[in-house]
T-cell receptor, first 111, second 115 residues
Framework: GDSVTQMEGPVTLSEEAFLTINCTYT??????LFWYVQYPGEGLQLLLK?????DKGSNKGFEATYRKETTSFHLEKGSVQVSDSAVYFC??????????FGTGTKLQVIP | KAGVTQTPRYLIKTRGQQVTLSCSPI?????VSWYQQTPGQGLQFLFE???????NKGNFPGRFSGRQFSNSRSEMNVSTLELGDSALYLC??????????????FGPGTRLTVT
């Protein structure tokens, strides 16, 4: 079946550092890929998406590129802020008409 | 457009009782999915309903059930509550078909505490 593997957290960075959260997937066909963010006490919010190979999703300074050759969708941001502290989930949709989530990566940004 | 709403937001129940949670999806969305989130197990998929039919199901016991109404609103029921059912229950809606089918929008969740 489909699966998503994310790097283990927590990830602790200083403000203005570069962020990478790795995400790889296993899926049949050509899934859509997503990153969601969950702030403390809230539900998940869609952060960005990509629907086909080589697409780059971007939002709020975050980017991720759909790499079919490496089955990856790594999340990056050039300069993180304290307000980016949250849990980030990678997800794929399309196989068997369902959405599969990774385990989540907690990011803590310190001033 | 109004977002996904879940009621109630907080709930305290006693072991052995049953509980019903409600989810109202974004207008026009025909798919509603339910997830259980706990610190130890992370985000776990319960089930998905599409046009009043259960389309996908996770690995949860039969005590967990759901349904969807003709207006796409969904309810989730847990019977014979156990302490381990304490969790944040999240509902997500999506179009469920066509372009954007898998783009899910989440509600704020219902925090269930079982004592």
């Amino acid at each position: 079946g489909d699966s998503v593997t994310q790097m283990e957290g927590p990830v602790t960075l200083s403000e203005e550092a570069f962020l990478t959260i790795n995400c790889t997937y296993t899926a049949t066909g050509y899934p859509s890929l997503f990153w969601y963010v969950q702030y403390p006490g809230e539900g998940l919010q869609l952060l960005l998406k990509a629907t086909k190979a080589d697409d780059k999703g971007s939002n709020k300074g975050f980017e991720a590129t759909y790499r079919k050759e490496t089955t990856s969708f790594h999340l990056e941001k050039g300069s993180v802020q304290v307000s980016d502290s949250a849990v980030y989930f990678c997800a794929l949709g399309g196989g068997y008409q369902k959405v599969t989530f990774g385990t989540g990566t907690k990011l803590q940004v310190i001033p | 457009k109004a977002g996904v709403t879940q009621t109630p937001r907080y709930l305290i129940k006693t072991r052995g009782q049953q509980v019903t949670l409600s989810c109202s999806p974004i207008s026009g969305h025909r798919s509603v999915s339910w997830y259980q989130q706990t610190p130890g197990q992370g985000l776990q998929f319960l089930f998905e309903y599409f046009s009043e039919t259960q389309r996908n199901k996770g690995n949860f016991p039969g005590r967990f059930s759901g349904r969807q109404f003709s207006n796409s609103r969904s309810e989730m029921n847990v019977s014979t509550l156990e302490l381990g059912d304490s969790a944040l229950y999240l509902c997500a809606s999506s179009l469920g078909a066509g372009q954007g089918a898998y783009e899910q929008y989440f509600g704020p969740g219902t925090r269930l505490t079982v004592t």
